[in-house]
């Protein structure tokens, strides 16, 4: 029990560092350089970059790619310590998966005195675990 506690309190701990975060996003920021439609613009000649550095942000939604410009300057740097924080925050949900975990593993089984109750449970839980994959839960 006391091992339960302290992860506990350590628990309450971590969640409080939640609000500190401030503004944060998901994705990485790339950098690219393109060559232009003008045929004869500097940017075709062999060894040229192209033009650019051009910053993008981009990230996932619901498998779709989204994507944002960012001039370099404060946009870029706001950006970068967005991201940034994003990742921090990763880490910080990982913790705290990790740390529920561990309360899990310590949190004591409620006991079912009452043979029928104990039956009842069993049986639903059978039900719910045997089922076929096609049928929908009733729980
Ligand atoms: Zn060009």
Not at 77 to 97: A, I, P
Not at 109 to 132: F, G, T
Request: aromatic content about 8%; glycine content about 8%; overall charge positive.
């Amino acid at each position: 029990m006391d091992d339960l506690q302290t992860y506990e309190s350590k628990r309450a701990r971590v969640y409080e560092r939640l609000e500190s975060f401030g503004d944060f996003r998901g994705g990485s920021i790339s950098v690219s350089f393109s060559k232009c439609g003008k045929k004869n613009c500097i940017c075709h000649q062999p060894g040229h970059p192209g033009h650019g550095p051009r910053y993008l942000w981009s990230t996932t939604r619901k498998g779709k790619s989204v994507a944002q410009h960012v001039r370099v300057g404060p946009e870029l740097e706001q950006v970068r310590r967005q991201v940034e924080t994003g990742r921090r925050f990763q880490t910080w949900c990982q913790e705290v998966v990790e740390l529920n975990e561990q309360i899990c593993r310590l949190r004591p089984v409620p006991e079912i005195e009452d043979e029928q109750e104990l039956e009842r449970l069993k049986k639903k839980l059978r039900r719910k675990y045997l089922k076929k994959p096609t049928r929908k839960s009733d729980d």
